[in-house]
């Protein structure tokens, strides 16, 4: 039986430049790769890449069809080891050009968390076990 291992998760933006500079400059995404048309950002050691594809340049790439709108069925999680964190990552996203979802609060499982959208709608939540 072969490994599964995630190398890269790929996601189709609309302005390509504006989600760079929201990943790259809003989050601290390190740049690896940058085309005309993809980006590939490092998201730390250990962890796969993160691809920026442009939306219609993707679609066709997977032979589907661009069309579509609303929640995708998925999100990202960022576990930082503070609230301080947190609340930090939220306002770096705002900053960047992204939008609070969920601000972020204690939660009924004894942790804190939040969630923003990047500027194509992508949903993020940040949270952290930390009292």
Request: charged share 20%.
């Amino acid at each position: 039986m072969v490994t599964l291992q995630v190398n890269a998760i790929m996601l189709g933006v609309k302005d390509l430049a504006r989600a760079k500079k929201f990943y790259a400059e809003g989050l601290g995404c390190e740049i690896d790769k940058d085309t005309r048309h993809f980006v590939s950002l490092r998201l730390g050691a250990g962890f796969p890449q993160l691809a920026l594809y442009e939306w219609e340049a993707a679609a066709q790439d997977a032979g589907v069809s661009p069309e579509g709108s609303g929640f995708r069925g998925a999100s990202f999680h960022i576990h930082p080891d503070s609230r301080e964190a947190v609340d930090e990552i939220m306002r770096g996203a705002v900053a960047a050009g992204g939008s609070v979802v969920k601000e972020a609060a204690p939660a009924q499982w004894g942790g804190y968390f939040g969630y923003f959208s990047d500027p194509d709608g992508y949903l993020w939540k940040v949270a952290t076990y930390a009292a």
